[in-house]
């Protein structure tokens, strides 16, 4: 089974799958759905092509990372297939755990916490956009990471290891490079997890770091 990963995100994604419908080019795709809701207005992938597009998502980013359930869609002709590959890693989910997450999606408790998590993706978009406005900075208000084109002479690795040295971990390029190829000198950045406090210290702080150059702070 050929498979492409991918994370819906934005609606320029959209036109890049119609490829979806021929089958010389693709024959299934998985859509990592994980962080969709914070565009509840975008029909999945699996609209396009829904018998050859496996749908995964999970509750950890819209409720509780701890809530450890998760979820497959796909047509009826894979099921059979995907349920017994999905049995030799796990049996089932954590019974107190399926009972939160179906109590809070049917209270609508779920609909509450995600709404207000795509408001708090905006105001975090909104820091970045004012602290890193100096930078080239690719973002979404939708989203809860941007991608950071280091001005010259930083090379990704090299920022990487001197924001460590400050208590701030970001992801160089290479991380998400596929094959041997020349990684860019970009960092992702993952806005969700620290307080709004601790955000705006360290994007201060990535601020100053980047306007420096990495002599200056003893870097390389
Ligand atoms: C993009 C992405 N997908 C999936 C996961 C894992 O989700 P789960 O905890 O539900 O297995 C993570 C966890 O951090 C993630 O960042």
Redesign the pocket.
């Given at each position: 089974m050929s498979t492409i990963c991918s994370?819906s995100s934005s609606s320029a994604r959209w036109a890049g799958w119609s490829p979806l419908a021929s089958p010389a080019l693709f024959t299934y795709a998985i859509e990592?759905a994980?962080?969709g809701f914070l565009r509840p207005d975008l029909p999945p992938l699996a609209a396009l092509a829904p018998e050859r597009t496996v749908v995964i998502d999970?509750?950890?980013?819209r409720l509780a990372?701890g809530?450890?359930?998760?979820n497959m869609h796909s047509s009826p002709a894979l099921t059979d297939r995907l349920a017994s590959a999905l049995r030799t890693g796990t049996w089932t989910a954590a019974r107190f755990s399926l009972a939160a997450a179906t109590q809070w999606i049917t209270d609508g408790t779920a609909s509450i916490i995600e709404d207000g998590k795509r408001r708090d993706a905006a105001t975090r978009q909104r820091m970045v956009a004012q602290r890193l406005a100096a930078f080239s900075i690719r973002a979404d208000p939708c989203a809860y990471h941007c991608w950071w084109d280091l001005p010259e002479p930083w090379r990704a690795e090299t920022f990487v290891a001197a924001v460590a040295r400050r208590g701030i971990a970001v992801t160089p390029a290479a991380a998400f490079t596929v094959g041997i190829g020349h990684a860019p000198s970009a960092v992702r950045l993952a806005l969700a997890s620290p307080s709004i406090e601790n955000l705006d210290a360290a994007l201060d702080v990535l601020a100053g770091l980047a306007s420096t150059s990495p002599e200056d702070v003893g870097a390389e």
């Open positions: 994370q990592h994980i962080y999970s509750l950890s980013k990372p809530l450890t359930v998760g």
